[in-house]
């Protein structure tokens, strides 16, 4: 961990510490990035509706990460660029790219349904991974105070990376209601004959309906097995939960492996799917590294390469044609895109 100490005595001066101004405006990048790729969807009706669930995750989280904040389960410093109540935007706005990302990687690769809220689950806690151990761990000594990006309020014993198990296995909750909202919204939409009333209605509920679920009893029992264990005081409950929810991922992950790509696949059209997940861990992987947060090397390496890994397992492989058949060879892959705009 870089010692607080040497930072140049310029810092001192900033309202928002170097490396959170960096991730600030990142996230702002990220995340207008994402609303640019809404934006093309080609059907009119249904554009407007796409760009309102991405603001409608920032809601959902956002109301949800106060009351966290409200009920001293972690803080936020508040020498930031710009605040949601008592959350930075900038964290709602990479969790809202993240859920993004995934979902559109596991709408291009045709998961069923039910499965696709796992896997965009899981796909949310394989970045957050790299990111919790990297941003707890960025410090800075703020109104004589040593701060991270954001802090753990309560005092744990046996901590995954310096971060408590239960904070996995709730992002994944996080993004597996969301989607889950989403995807019933869309199809209640759909049957309507894409009437605009019943498009507003499930873009506004799906939020307030996801707030309900992530503070519910049933997200206590799924976190802490509560009420026949106490809150928070249990590691190996907690670590059980996280590997039965870890399982249930890596079974559907495996029960739909042979999953292709279909042949029309875009990658000029689907970037955001690969472009977010790369430029967040990087950018996880260099503040580790640069900052010397030791704590953090093993998880970024590690989870950006299961994250990317996979991701590029399914990108690059060879395509299936509408017929079934698998194609042995596409012009599309030999022109990848490196630009990102």
């Known amino acids: 961990m870089i010692n607080i100490d040497y930072r140049p005595e310029i810092l001192a001066y900033l309202s928002t510490p170097i490396t959170w101004a ?42 949800f ?6 009920g001293n389960t972690y803080n936020y410093s508040f020498d930031r660029l710009v605040m949601f109540g008592v959350v930075p935007l900038s964290i709602l706005m990479f969790e809202a790219a993240i859920f993004y990302s995934a979902l559109k990687f596991a709408e291009a690769l045709k998961f069923p349904k039910w ?52 904070n996995f296995t709730g992002w994944f909750l996080l993004m597996f209601y969301y989607t889950t909202l989403i995807l019933v919204g869309r199809k209640l939409f759909e049957k309507s004959g894409n009437k605009s ?15 309900l679920l992530i503070i519910s009893p049933l997200t206590q029992f799924l976190l802490f097995l509560y009420p026949f ?19 249930i991922s890596l079974a559907t992950i495996f029960k739909f492996r042979k999953l292709k790509r279909s042949e029309t696949f875009s990658y000029k059209e689907n ?34 390469g299961i994250h990317l890994g996979y991701l590029a397992f399914y990108i690059f492989r060879k ?18 895109p490196i630009d990102i705009a």
């Open 22 to 63: 960096i991730a600030e405006i990142l996230a702002f990048i990220i995340f207008f990035y994402c609303v640019v790729d809404v934006l093309k969807v080609k059907d009119e009706k249904t554009r407007i509706f796409r760009v309102f669930e991405l603001f409608g995750f920032i809601v959902y989280a956002g109301i």
């Open 65 to 70: 990460e106060n009351i966290g904040v409200l």
């Open 115 to 166: 499965a696709t809220p796992i896997v965009v689950g899981f796909l949310g806690v394989l970045q957050d991974l790299t990111i919790d151990p990297a941003a707890v761990f960025d410090l800075y000594i703020v109104n004589g105070v040593m701060e991270g990006r954001w802090n753990w309020t309560l005092h744990y014993d046996g901590m995954l990376f310096g971060i408590p198990f239960f």
């Open 197 to 211: 009333s019943r498009g507003w209605a499930y873009v506004i509920i799906s939020p307030l309906v996801g707030v």
């Open 229 to 247: 264990f106490p809150l928070y005081l249990n590691r190996t409950v907690e670590i059980v939960m996280l590997s039965l929810i870890a399982g």
């Open 271 to 304: 970037k955001v799917i690969w472009v977010v997940p790369v430029i967040l861990h990087a950018f996880d992987i260099i503040l580790a590294f640069s900052l010397g947060i030791t704590i953090a090397y093993v998880p970024v390496l590690l989870f950006a």
């Open 319 to 336: 395509p299936k044609s509408s017929d079934g058949k698998i194609v042995e060879k596409s012009n599309e892959m030999e022109k990848i």
